[in-house]
């Protein structure tokens, strides 16, 4: 991929900026998950490896959330960015080159950041922890080229309409840069006390409101139609999906911070806001299942769609998971637990991290045109994937109800911390059976670039058997 | 304009020919050979929406999870001098008394929830007294072991400035949020009926 | 061209839509936030915090260069007279200023004047330093309204004459130790944030509107795996407690899943000798396994190492 950083654009074949973010992608998501479950075993058994700065925990939270949200999650939709909206406008990418740039300065920048912050180099601020410099690099050289790249590509297409999925990609990338601009004021401006606090949430609420849950629905949109041969359901719903991101995903951060002084109108705003998201969540799962009709069948044959209709159906415990639990009924209750934490990887883990793996099984295969190595290892992937976040989302829902417990009943927190002893173990399975299952998809995925079938031209890769 | 209609704006505004060429292109649009379908909104999503708003307001609202007050605890303290709890033979009595005393009003399960000792009463009592004799608004002070202190929440304004501690059942951001939501589903209506008709669908049959 | 397919329209709504949202989200709680007038809490934290405890360009690695002291004095600086007790943060020259002291609006009208008129606090640079007090002023209805002072300038204290009135068993790197708080990572166990239920009664009370002004990061934490330690320092204040449960927790609470943070004590113990950790790690094991009977000695810490900062700074938690 090096050689093509100074090659003339039209020497640089066609789909290389996506095959390098998705590989980048999967590369990190190993690692990302490696550092989770090494933390999660600290968890379980603190004298696990100790005494050591650069191995303890507090060191290494902030750089497994980091590796997931922005090399993997962010990286497999530049991914899905770079061959979807050129697909869906019938053109090509407007640059290859800035393409590939993008994803070397992203990889860059990512490995600067994460060594950063393990050496404790942070801003103390929850999902924005980067430095500011390191802020400003995202921005510079990751998110606007990013937004260029799509915005040119859907400004040159040659189609009349832009399909639905390009609607969420082009105003995401406009969205998100905008997010990392002004939720980072207060690093910029030194801004502290309680509005510091505050944007620190409306930037970390943002980024997955705006930038992650859209993303990874608009990538839905186009695997489903896309593998299934079936059109969209409903332009209409889209279209109620859209714009209920837009206005009720961007409304609600203060949610996060129902325990603290904040004015009581921002919170009561922020509450039925917050319940206002199963809006666009109403509208994307039925525009996604009522699309399946007729090929459900591919729901177990098709390794692509049974990863996008998992990720799916996770979207509806999802939302109402986080619709309710933010409000003040239930709030009170759950705030601070592993309820949480065991939502956030429901999120992140779950629903997203399912998307976006069918979009990069779809366009590595394609872009490569060579079919999946072993399609036994696609499904020991899928099975790891979801058993061991099932394991982790259960385990930690509970330990999250005990110390819900713990709290209201006022029990010693030692005993909440004895309590949850054998959740902390679970989630330490879980979570490295996720690991395990993404090592088989990186050897798998490279196995493909190298030996995968040849896929002629004209075809889809799942209308070819399987040769292993 | 006589033939104009609410649920189709756009082409009964066109004439014949124009509305034939858009059918044409929308339904011809090959988007990377991925097709759209334009079918209406299923009513069970409008029931879902429509629910989802209910929803959104009423339990936002504080339902469950309130802390006690001193306002709460107010008749415990009244009731201390009571001839009957101080004929009582011990602290545990006493307490039993008071709590029997006091029993019947909607704070029950509160109380229940959040019991006190006689000692605790006792540390307490001073305090609320205090607060009586200054005439202060007894729901916006909370009672944390053996302390009375001001709540933090920052509720709705009072006529002279000071500040509701409590959580409110309505303030400015519930208004804000009737306004928000009546703006966009006024706006995602009026966008609907501009798309094009349900009846041009895409020629997915090849 | 057809005209259906309405983008400059969906646009100019995009727009619209988002910020909307952000006017109601952003711009309207501006309001609310600015012009809170700081409480004592408040004063206390940013004078004893400092400038910032995250990032930043005058403490890059979060080492605990350029940061302020809290000192309790028994005598004047100027004079040695002895005198009631006093607390004072305590600005070495070079120091960056406290948010409130560099952006006096940030306190709130009521404090910024006094602090302004009644403090001197214009008078305080970072190239010179600076000492400052907390300061009050009786009100009307009895209660006493905090404001910063510029001891420097009302006075006539130096930094250097105040830490050395001072000695260092008086001093407390409180804001040296919130930024080890902020590096190891503490925060993602252990809260800031009592919350509005009942587990205040353990951790005490949560804080108010005004309490946060002039703090940076609030580091409030959203998982909790531990006690919320806002107000640790009133339930415990045992340095030696403090001391062991740092070195290794499962000497005081066998059951924690805190990690050791004994790497905090650096190379050598407070008589300049060399820890040999691994020596204390293999004792430690043979305790364990039930061989000894006693855990080995907790080695006492350097007076400047980052566990004695972060052991000023847990107990100033009140």
């Known amino acids: ?468 | 304009m006589s033939n104009w209609s609410f649920d189709s704006p756009l082409r009964t505004l066109s004439d014949e020919e124009k509305i034939r060429k858009d059918e044409k292109l929308w339904e011809d649009d090959n988007l990377g050979g991925v097709h759209e379908d334009n079918n209406p909104v299923p009513a069970p999503v409008v029931w879902l929406v429509a629910l989802t708003v209910v929803t959104a307001f009423a339990i936002t609202f504080p339902l469950w999870g309130q802390r006690p007050t001193a306002a709460l605890y107010e008749p415990y303290v009244n009731s201390m001098d009571k001839p009957e709890v101080l004929a009582a033979k011990d602290d545990k009595e006493a307490m039993a008394k008071i709590v029997e005393m006091n029993k019947g009003t909607p704070n029950d399960a509160l109380l229940e929830r959040h019991p006190l000792s006689m000692d605790d009463l006792r540390m307490i009592a001073p305090q609320i007294k205090a607060l009586e004799a200054k005439g202060a608004h007894m729901h916006d002070f909370e009672v944390v072991g053996d302390q009375v202190v001001t709540a933090n929440f920052e509720g709705n304004y009072r006529p002279d400035g000071s500040r509701i501690r409590q959580q409110p059942w309505w303030d400015k951001g519930y208004t804000i949020d009737v306004f928000y939501l009546s703006y966009f589903f006024l706006a995602v209506f009026t966008m609907i009926k501009r798309l094009p008709p349900t009846s041009w669908q895409p020629k997915h049959d090849h | ?318």
């Open chain 3, 1 to 318: 061209m057809v005209n259906f397919r309405e983008y400059k329209i969906g646009a100019r709504f995009f727009g619209l839509a988002l910020g909307g949202s952000m006017t109601i989200t952003l711009f309207m709680p501006s309001f609310d936030l600015r012009n809170v007038n700081a409480t004592e809490v408040a004063l206390d934290k940013q004078l004893w915090a400092g400038h910032e405890s995250g990032f930043s360009l005058d403490d890059p690695f979060l080492t605990g260069e350029h940061r302020p002291v809290r000192v309790t004095l028994k005598t004047d600086p100027k004079t040695g007279q002895p005198m009631a007790s006093t607390v004072a943060y305590v600005y070495p020259a070079g120091t960056p200023l406290p948010n409130g002291v560099d952006h006096p609006d940030n306190l709130g009208n009521i404090v910024e004047q006094l602090s302004r008129d009644k403090g001197r606090i214009g008078e305080a640079t970072k190239s010179q330093g600076a000492v400052f007090l907390l300061s009050s002023e009786p009100q009307g209805d009895g209660s006493k309204q905090f404001y910063i002072e510029n001891a420097s300038a009302t006075k006539g204290w130096n930094p250097e004459e105040v830490m050395k009135a001072a000695g260092d068993e008086n001093t407390y790197h409180a804001s040296y130790g919130k930024a080890i708080f902020v590096r190891e990572g503490c925060w993602w166990c252990h809260t800031l944030l009592p919350e509005e239920t009942q587990d205040w009664q353990v951790f005490g009370a949560p804080p108010m509107l005004g309490d946060f002004n002039g703090e940076s990061p609030t580091a409030f934490g959203s998982d909790r795996k531990a006690p919320d330690i806002l107000h640790v320092g009133s339930r415990n204040s045992s340095r030696e407690w403090m001391m062991l449960h740092f070195f290794n927790p499962r000497l005081v609470q066998p059951h924690s899943i805190m990690p050791r943070f004994d790497y905090l004590w650096g190379p050598i113990d407070d008589k300049g000798q060399k820890i040999d950790f691994d020596k204390w790690r293999a004792e430690y094991n043979e305790y364990v396994d039930g061989k000894r009977v006693t855990p080995p000695e907790v080695p006492m810490y350097a007076s400047n190492s980052d566990a004695r900062a972060l052991i000023d700074f847990v107990l100033s938690l009140k």
């Open chain 1, 1 to 468: 991929m090096f050689k093509y950083l100074f090659a003339r654009s039209e020497d640089i074949p066609e789909g290389s900026a996506a095959v390098y973010f998705g590989f980048s992608a999967i590369t990190w998501f190993v690692i990302g998950t490696g550092l989770g479950a090494f933390n999660a075993s600290k968890l379980a058994f603190p004298d696990f490896v100790t005494g050591l700065e650069f191995v303890s925990f507090g060191h290494m939270r902030q750089v497994h959330v980091h590796a997931v949200i922005f090399g993997w999650i962010s990286m497999a939709f530049a991914m899905a960015m770079m061959y979807m909206t050129s697909a869906l406008g019938n053109t090509k990418l407007w640059s290859e080159k800035l393409g590939i740039w993008n994803a070397f300065l992203w990889n860059v920048g990512l490995s600067l950041g994460l060594t950063l912050l393990w050496s404790g180099m942070t801003s103390g601020r929850e999902y924005s922890d980067f430095p500011w410099f390191i802020d400003l690099y995202i921005a510079t050289f990751m998110t606007i080229p990013l937004g260029i790249n799509v915005w040119m590509t859907v400004i040159n297409r040659k189609t009349q309409g832009i399909y639905t999925t390009n609607w969420f990609f082009a105003s995401a990338v406009f969205m998100v840069s905008i997010v990392f601009i002004v939720g980072n004021l207060p690093e910029w401006f030194h801004l502290t006390g309680l509005t510091e606090a505050y944007l620190t949430w409306w930037f970390a609420h943002n980024v997955l409101g705006l930038w992650i849950t859209p993303v990874a629905a608009a990538i839905a949109y186009y695997t489903i139609p896309k593998v299934t041969g079936n059109p969209l359901y409903s332009h209409r719903i889209g279209h109620l999906h859209f714009w209920s991101v837009v206005v009720f995903y961007s409304t609600p951060a203060a949610h996060h911070l129902m325990s603290a002084p904040l004015p009581e109108w921002l919170k009561s705003f922020a509450s039925v806001e917050g319940v206002l998201i199963l809006v666009p969540a109403v509208a994307f799962v039925s525009n996604i299942l009522l699309t399946m009709q007729g090929k459900w069948n591919m729901f177990v044959e098709n390794l692509e769609i049974r990863f996008t209709v998992t990720g799916c159906l996770m979207a509806i415990p999802l939302n109402m998971q986080g619709g309710f639990q933010q409000t003040r009924a239930i709030n009170w209750y759950i705030h601070g637990t592993g309820w949480i934490v065991a939502h956030a990887h429901l999120a992140l883990l779950g629903f997203s991290t399912f998307l976006e793996a069918a979009a990069v099984y779809l366009g590595l295969q394609t872009l490569m045109k060579r079919k999946l190595y072993s399609l036994t290892l696609g499904n020991l992937h899928f099975w790891f994937l979801l058993i061991g976040f099932t394991t982790y989302w259960v385990s930690m829902t509970i330990a999250g109800l005990i110390q819900g417990a713990g709290k209201i009943y006022e029990v010693p927190y030692i005993d909440v911390v004895m309590a949850e002893h054998p959740y902390m173990i679970a989630r330490w399975i879980g979570g490295s059976l996720v690991f395990v299952g993404n090592c088989f998809w990186l050897y798998n995925m490279w196995m493909t670039a190298r030996a995968g079938t040849v896929i002629p031209e004209g075809r889809m890769a799942h209308e070819l058997a399987y040769e292993r």
